[in-house]
């Protein structure tokens, strides 16, 4: 499900990041292959996060709410940058660049804990009733997503040979080209 793919996500990110601090332990090419791998990882284990909120918001929310809470978790990614640059740039100036790493590796980890207590499917949520995931329902919300099925039958997994539709698809392909370069726009200003 997608509590636990995000939650997975957030523990390695975090973890890689961790260990990203302790890249100065290494000197010459070691270091930068090191460097080179923790960084690359760290990009894949962030990777799982933005299909896995697409789940989640597409459980949570009708689908006339969807382009609003998706824009929220969107913008929230450079928003963090903005909240913890000054804690960031206080860690390097006191302590050093490699805690940076170690501390907001940390945070990751303490997050985790907090997302599993709070995150629920709408149906399992405690604090969510029977009127609001009628609504959620209603408006298109996919609230049973990850449920098992009510026939006992195993969940369908995806379908790999659609990947190729989807690369071979021209208005895809103009929206890869245009999150490579808003990616690349976004690193070179922060």
Known sequence: GSKLIYS????????????????????GLTAVIVLFSLRFLVGAAEAPSF??????????????????????????QYAATVIFA?????LIHSFGWHWVFGVMGVLGMLFVLVWNKLIYDPKDHPLANAQEVAYIESGGGLVSMDQPKQDGSKKEGPDFKLIGQLLRNRMLAGIYLAQYCINALTYFFI
């Open 86 to 90: 000054p804690l960031m740039g206080w």
């Open 51 to 76: 299909p896995a909120n697409s789940r989640i918001v597409a459980a949570w929310f009708p689908a006339n709410e969807r382009g609003t809470a998706a824009a929220i978790f969107n913008s929230a």
């Open 8 to 27: 997975l996500s957030i523990f390695f990110w975090s973890l890689f990041t961790l260990l990203v601090g302790a890249v100065g332990f290494f000197t």
